[in-house]
């Protein structure tokens, strides 16, 4: 091989690298030409050159707004002066490139900001914002942004319904690290699952860097499009501090100013209400600090009190409950837990752990299957990932973990309906790892569900108020994990242990039947019953529910007399 442009040092480098893949290859007997080991390794192409804006839009990224049925906030990024900064929008057509729209069909609107970020690469990046306004609700629209020569694509969105309807949204815990090459799968996943969610939030630590312009460029390469017709709500983890808040936050978040009011907590602490849901983030960042720790309690209980929405889902960094080491955040568990018990939250999301975990107070237990409290979760959609530790932090303080992972990266898809809302966490290939069905009543009243598997629809899950009656004493029964109306079979099984023996009338193996029942709207069962004149004392019974979905078993009851 001749290489007359190379140097001579980089020549005889050349030839021993050569020499050295030779004898790699027969080492591992793989079917590699050598050649391809005879080149020095190409040098790393600069973040600076990979990451420069130009006068082209890129990191588009829509915001919510408080008013996302007739508004949205669209930023990007781009060398463009402020005088130029705009954007177009329209019905969404069928058509374009050939077919213009019709006269007057496009609005032109100037950004309302454009802040040079200076950044750690040597150049600024100038993030814009334009906010559309006077849009009609559930409808589907059409923008793009530029200075008016340089334009991006067109991208769709399509604002809320004015009033509930379903929709589905996702949620990530930290995606912080390997952001350019193992989080980009798990977002263009997620997405794959749910093309048509309308929100995407992030519970913190976005970045590993607060001011890394390499790793902001990143994590806008690792979501592409999606973030230009999906709204985006995160909240900051302490890696989106360094020294104070990251410069980028609020320039790429112009999030709405409806927090507490403190300057420190502007567009890290807000709400939004979209579609019969109310997302509040919080900033658990400041748990040194007690006025802007007592500023966002008074706050968040007044934002859960007064709240007309069915469901409510708050979000913040630092996890009530820790699924890690010895990680503890006594200031959150103390000042935000009680709230969100005594106001009903239904999804508390959370990140920092870099592992999954999800439970709720043992208080709230129902049954192996069911409680009704808060559910409170722990995520990581990045690839660093920390140990659990045997969910020390939720025992000891009252709570339960039901489902935990370690070492893997995962995505949570949340579809929110009228009486339900379905949270099911996928890990990055798909499949299935974790989730419950919330199911609420007009009362307010609501279950928390697992959802159902072969295993967790068997075995004993009946409660029963005595295990000891004569006959003729009344028994009530109790059973959760319904479906809504679900049509329940009532059994009275003669067992010896557990064994169910010869029954009363010679009724088969599943008992005497009693009657029939429905599961309430929450999927509960009550069912009272009086102990039959023809059982024997001393003899011991079981209540065996039998439907659909469930065949559930009691404890024994003695008969005394
Ligand atoms: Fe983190
Ligand atoms: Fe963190």
Same mark, same amino acid.
């Given at each position: 091989m001749n290489h007359p442009t190379l140097p001579e040092p980089a020549r005889r480098? %050349?030839?021993?690298?050569?020499? !050295?893949?030779?004898?790699?290859? +027969?080492?591992?007997?793989?079917?590699?030409?050598?050649?391809?080991?005879?080149? =020095?390794?190409?040098?790393?192409?600069?973040?600076?050159?990979?990451?420069?804006?130009?006068?082209?839009?890129?990191? #588009?990224?829509?915001?919510?707004?408080?008013?996302?049925?007739?508004?949205?906030? #669209?930023?990007?990024?781009?060398?463009?002066t402020a005088e130029f900064a705009q954007a177009e929008i329209l019905a969404a057509p069928r058509a374009l490139g050939q077919v213009a729209p019709p006269a007057g069909a496009v609005t032109k609107v100037q950004a309302q900001a454009s802040t040079p970020v200076?950044?750690?690469?040597?150049?600024?990046?100038?993030?814009?914002?334009?906010?559309?306004? /006077? !849009?009609?609700? =559930?409808?589907?629209?059409? &923008?793009?942004?530029g200075d008016g020569t340089n334009w991006s694509e067109w991208h769709d969105f399509t604002t809320a319904a004015g009033k509930?309807?379903?929709?589905?949204?996702? &949620?990530?815990?930290?995606?912080?690290?390997?952001?350019?090459?193992?989080?980009?799968?798990?977002?263009?996943?997620?997405?794959?699952?749910?093309?048509?969610?309308?929100? $995407? #939030?992030?519970? /913190?630590? !976005?970045?590993?860097?607060?001011?890394?312009?390499?790793?902001?460029?990143?994590?806008?390469?690792? =979501?592409?499009?999606?973030?230009?017709?999906?709204?985006?709500?995160? $909240?900051?983890?302490? %890696?989106?501090?360094?020294?104070? +808040?990251?410069s980028f936050w609020r320039p790429q978040f112009p999030y709405p100013d409806n927090g507490p009011g403190n300057p420190e907590l502007k567009q890290t602490v807000y709400y939004i209400d979209y579609q019969g849901v109310r997302f509040i983030g919080l900033d658990s960042n400041h748990q040194g600090n007690a006025a802007l720790m007592a500023a966002q309690t008074a706050w968040l209980e007044k934002v859960l009190k007064d709240n007309p929405n069915k469901w409510t889902v708050v979000t913040f960094h630092h996890p009530v409950y820790s699924t890690t080491g010895t990680r503890n955040n006594p200031q959150v568990r103390d000042q935000w837990g009680p709230l969100l018990e005594k106001y009903g939250v239904d999804l508390v999301l959370q990140g920092h752990d870099h592992s999954y975990g999800r439970g709720n107070l043992v208080s709230a237990r129902k049954s192996i299957t069911v409680h009704n409290g808060v559910a409170y979760v722990v995520s990581v959609s990045g690839g660093k990932m920390y140990a659990l530790n045997n969910g020390e932090n939720w025992t000891g303080n009252g709570a339960e973990v039901r489902s935990s992972s370690q070492n893997t990266q995962l995505y949570q898809l949340i579809d929110v309906a009228g009486d339900q809302i379905r949270f099911e966490a996928r890990y990055a290939n798909g499949e299935h790892h974790d989730g419950f069905l919330i199911r609420?009543? =007009?009362?307010?009243?609501?279950?928390?569900?697992?959802?159902?598997?072969?295993?967790?629809?068997?075995?004993?899950?009946?409660?029963?108020?005595?295990?000891?009656?004569?006959?003729?004493?009344? #028994?009530?029964?109790?059973?959760?994990?319904?479906?809504?109306?679900?049509?329940?079979?009532?059994? +009275?099984?003669?067992?010896? /242990?557990?064994?169910?023996?010869?029954?009363?009338?010679?009724?088969?193996?599943? /008992?005497?039947?009693?009657?029939?029942?429905r599961a309430d709207e929450l999927g509960r069962l009550s069912?009272?019953?009086?102990?039959?004149?023809?059982?024997?004392?001393?003899?011991?019974?079981?209540? &065996?529910?039998?439907?659909?979905?469930?065949?559930?078993?009691s404890p024994l009851i003695t008969v005394t007399r």
């Open positions: 480098r %050349h030839v021993r690298l050569a020499v !050295l893949g030779t004898s790699a290859v +027969l080492l591992g007997g793989l079917a590699f030409a050598p050649v391809a080991f005879s080149y =020095a390794a190409p040098p790393k192409h600069p973040a600076a050159e990979v990451h420069k804006p130009s006068p082209v839009p890129d990191r #588009v990224i829509l915001t919510p707004t408080t008013t996302p049925a007739t508004s949205q906030k #669209v930023t990007w990024r781009a060398e463009a200076n950044t750690t690469l040597g150049y600024a990046s100038t993030y814009h914002t334009v906010e559309f306004t /006077g !849009l009609k609700p =559930a409808t589907r629209y059409t &923008y793009r942004v509930f309807e379903p929709f589905s949204f996702i &949620y990530y815990g930290d995606a912080q690290n390997y952001i350019d090459s193992a989080v980009p799968r798990v977002f263009r996943n997620a997405f794959a699952d749910r093309p048509q969610a309308k929100m $995407i #939030v992030n519970a /913190g630590d !976005l970045i590993n860097s607060a001011n890394s312009e390499e790793e902001w460029g990143q994590w806008y390469k690792a =979501a592409g499009f999606i973030d230009s017709q999906i709204n985006n709500l995160s $909240i900051p983890g302490n %890696h989106e501090y360094s020294g104070g +808040l990251s609420k009543n =007009a009362r307010g009243e609501r279950t928390v569900n697992e959802l159902r598997t072969p295993e967790n629809t068997v075995g004993e899950q009946v409660t029963v108020d005595k295990t000891e009656a004569s006959r003729w004493d009344k #028994v009530t029964a109790t059973a959760y994990g319904y479906d809504p109306g679900e049509r329940v079979r009532v059994h +009275l099984r003669e067992t010896r /242990g557990k064994e169910a023996v010869a029954q009363h009338g010679g009724h088969g193996r599943d /008992g005497v039947p009693l009657g029939e029942a069912y009272t019953f009086r102990m039959p004149p023809w059982v024997r004392r001393g003899s011991t019974h079981l209540v &065996y529910l039998s439907s659909e979905n469930q065949k559930i078993t």
